[in-house]
């Protein structure tokens, strides 16, 4: 902060000098101009320039030395159009409102819904686009009605960035199921009509309702996953009670979301199954992340022999599966939570839900209370994701690795000294 109030003064001081000397060298060429023509109109118009010019310049140097002029100037990477690349862009931040907070960006979490939006497979994209919600930093500005957060402190900033806080759902601290629509940090309406531009940006400003405080010892890079795939894996395990010890978990898929909520198993105390279409897995689900056992969901034997066994399923996988043969492994009355996008439409036959007694529930991200408790959660029994560190000028090559499924098992982007 310093060095910036630093550089900035004197970016300012510089201007200052400029227009001093501008306005000494109108100044000689009007003396000039005033002995060679003393006493006729075209000197009196000269002069009525020259007033001119100073009061422009005078002017120019006061406006640019007004912080708020300089403060909403925002530096970020963002899509221009459906091909969904992106590269350098600067745009305008809306102001910091009564209970708003500004916070410098210094990581962000790169994950596939930012390529739905800037490659427009929702349909609803408006360019240019700037992604990005896992977002952590530094508070740098605070609303005069912000009583949570100070200037310094860590924060974090997670899908949403604010909702109508008056609805059945904020009032029960389900901000994302937002009766009236919760806003999205990238492309979505803020309260004063502005298009939302995300996390791949120098800061971002948000209702203080939807920051959240990052632990003093945790560190700021590894925090960023957590506002999307950990509370994501965090939020429908706690919902349906899979924080009792002893009972038995069952993942399907291993990436960003996958890997962490076999963390979150282990911490709860539960016995947990990964399963995964690919036998290369096996060694980095057991060794790695030390689930209990691992099934290659193709094996017909392997599945079979997983039948009535498990409380509880996280769903994490994307693109098309059938639901039924992970649904015949649920005990009586058990249930699998739906957190990835299987396709445009599930497969799965009723007798799958019938026979037993199941149950099939969906979930996003968790609301804020649950998205505090999840990262003090992780603070406290030390969880941290698996992560890849980049540069904002990577983001592109990251991209097409991450839908080769090529990352363990979250980049994170370097913001703080890639963006410049």
């Not at 997670?158 to 029960?172: D, K, L, T």
């Not at 009355?333 to 599930?346: E, K, Y």
């Not at 799965?348 to 969906?362: C, E, F, N, Q, V």
């Amino acid at each position: 902060m310093c060095v910036l109030r630093f550089k900035t003064l004197k970016f300012f001081c510089f201007l200052c000098i400029l227009c001093n000397q501008l306005g000494h060298c109108i100044h000689q060429s009007m003396d000039s101009v005033k002995e060679k023509t003393h006493g006729d109109t075209k000197s009196k118009k000269l002069a009525q320039q020259r007033s001119r010019l100073q009061t422009m310049s005078l002017n120019w140097v006061s406006c640019m030395s007004k912080p708020d002029m300089m403060n909403n100037n925002c530096l970020g990477w963002a899509a221009r159009d459906e091909s969904g690349v992106l590269s350098p862009y600067t745009f305008t931040r809306r102001e910091v409102g009564d209970e708003d907070v500004s916070l410098k960006i210094t990581h962000c979490g790169i994950c596939y819904a930012d390529m739905l939006f800037t490659k427009n497979r929702l349909g609803d994209s408006r360019y240019p686009l700037v992604p990005g919600h896992e977002i952590v930093g530094i508070v740098k500005e605070v609303g005069s009605n912000v009583h949570h957060f100070k200037v310094g402190h860590r924060v974090g900033v997670g899908a949403y960035v604010n909702s109508c806080r008056e609805c059945e759902s904020c009032n029960q601290s389900l901000e994302v199921y937002c009766s009236k629509g919760s806003v999205y940090t990238s492309n979505g309406v803020d309260a004063d009509g502005t298009i939302t531009n995300g996390g791949y940006s120098s800061f971002i400003v948000v209702h203080e309702r939807c920051c959240f405080r990052i632990p003093d010892e945790y560190p700021l890079a590894l925090a960023a996953p957590l506002l999307c795939p950990g509370i994501t894996a965090y939020s429908p395990m706690v919902r349906h009670k899979m924080n009792q010890p002893g009972k038995s978990l069952g993942v399907i898929g291993l990436g960003g979301v996958g890997h962490l909520a076999v963390k979150f198993g282990k911490a709860f105390g539960l016995n947990v199954t990964v399963f995964s279409t690919s036998i290369s897995k096996k060694e980095e689900a057991l060794s790695l992340l030390g689930a209990d056992k691992f099934v290659v969901s193709s094996d017909e034997q392997q599945m079979k022999a997983m039948a009535n066994s498990l409380d509880f399923i996280i769903d994490t996988a994307s693109g098309d599966h059938s639901l039924d043969p992970y649904m015949s492994c649920l005990k009586t009355a058990g249930v699998l939570a739906l957190v990835g996008f299987p396709g445009d439409q599930i497969k799965l036959s009723p007798a799958s839900l019938l026979r037993g007694m199941k149950t099939i529930s969906g979930s996003l991200v968790g609301g804020v209370k649950e998205t505090q408790e999840m990262l003090d959660f992780c603070a406290a029994h030390k969880i941290y994701p698996n992560i890849q560190i980049v540069p904002i000028q990577y983001v592109n090559e990251a991209w097409e690795r991450l839908t080769k499924g090529d990352v363990k098992y979250r980049f994170v982007i370097d913001v703080e000294n890639s963006l410049k």
